[in-house]
T-cell receptor, first 111, second 114 residues
Framework: DAKTTQPNSMESNEEEPVHLPCNHS???????IHWYRQLPSQGPEYVIH???SNVNNRMASLAIAEDRKSSTLILHRATLRDAAVYYC????????????FGTGTKLQVIP | DGGITQSPKYLFRKEGQNVTLSCEQN?????MYWYRQDPGQGLRLIYY???????QKGDIAEGYSVSREKKESFPLTVTSAQKNPTAFYLC?????????????FGQGTRLTVV
C-alpha cells in the first residue's frame, strides 16, 4: 500500500489560515487522497478528498500537486474547534478499499 | 438519522476474560472496519469486512476475532489471547462499490482491562 508522510505537529494562530502538508510519493493512479480529522476521544470525521484537481468544501480546501506526490489541506481561518489530529490517507477507487491510517498531524490552535 | 453506533462507550473487564464490542450501522454500507488506537498513536487496522460472511485480517489481528452475519453488524471480540487489550477501539464503514465515498466512524469504545 502507498504510504503518506505528515509532520507530527503544527501550530496556528486563531483566525489565520493553516496549511497542512502530506507527502505521498508512491501514490498510484487509482489512489484518492482523503483527509480526516479526529477530535480528542472521538472517532475520526471526514474532511475532504480528491483525485487530481483541487477541491473545496465548507470545511476546507485540498490542493493537490501536479505530480500528485504531495497535497495540502487548507483551513482558511483556523478556530479553536479545528484543534485536532489530521490524517492524510490514500484510498483506491472502485471496489473494496482497505483503509489504513498513519499517525497524522496534531494541530494546535493558539487563541 | 443514518450513522454508525458503537456500544458501550466505556468498558471495563478483568484480565483473562473475553469481551465483545458492538458496532452497528444503518448506512447500508457493505464494508466495515475495526481499528485500535493507543494514546498518542494513529489508528491500526484489526479486521475488515467487504461483504456479509466475509472478513479479512488487518495489521494487528492476533488476539481478536470478528463475525459478519448481518450487513448492519460487525462485532469485535477481544480474547484473552490479546496481550495488551486496553485501548480505544473504533469501528468504521464505507461503501465498497464503484462510487467513491468517505468512511464513517463511530464514537469509539474505550476498553480498560484490569
Amino acid at each position: 500500500d502507498a504510504k503518506t508522510t505528515q509532520p507530527n505537529s503544527m501550530e496556528s494562530n486563531e483566525e489565520e489560515p493553516v496549511h497542512l502538508p502530506c507527502n505521498h510519493s508512491t501514490i498510484s493512479g487509482t489512489d484518492y487522497i482523503h483527509w480526516y480529522r479526529q477530535l480528542p476521544s472521538q472517532g475520526p470525521e471526514y474532511v475532504i478528498h480528491g483525485l487530481t484537481s483541487n477541491v473545496n468544501n465548507r470545511m476546507a480546501s485540498l490542493a493537490i500537486a501536479e505530480d500528485r506526490k504531495s497535497s495540502t489541506l487548507i483551513l482558511h481561518r483556523a478556530t479553536l474547534r479545528d484543534a485536532a489530529v489530521y490524517y492524510c490517507i490514500l484510498r483506491k477507487s472502485g471496489g473494496y478499499q482497505k483503509v489504513t491510517f498513519g499517525t497524522g498531524t496534531k494541530l494546535q490552535v493558539i487563541p | 438519522d443514518g450513522g454508525i453506533t458503537q456500544s458501550p462507550k466505556y468498558l471495563f473487564r478483568k484480565e483473562g476474560q473475553n469481551v465483545t464490542l458492538s458496532c452497528e450501522q444503518n448506512l447500508n454500507h457493505d464494508a466495515m472496519y475495526w481499528y485500535r488506537q493507543d494514546p498518542g498513536q494513529g489508528l491500526r487496522l484489526i479486521y475488515y469486512s467487504q461483504i456479509v460472511n466475509d472478513f479479512q485480517k488487518g495489521d494487528i489481528a492476533e488476539g481478536y476475532s470478528v463475525s459478519r452475519e448481518k450487513k448492519e453488524s460487525f462485532p469485535l471480540t477481544v480474547t484473552s489471547a490479546q496481550k495488551n487489550p486496553t485501548a480505544f477501539y473504533l469501528c468504521a464503514s464505507s461503501t465498497s462499490g464503484t462510487k467513491h465515498t468517505e468512511a464513517f466512524f463511530g464514537q469509539g469504545t474505550r476498553l480498560t482491562v484490569v
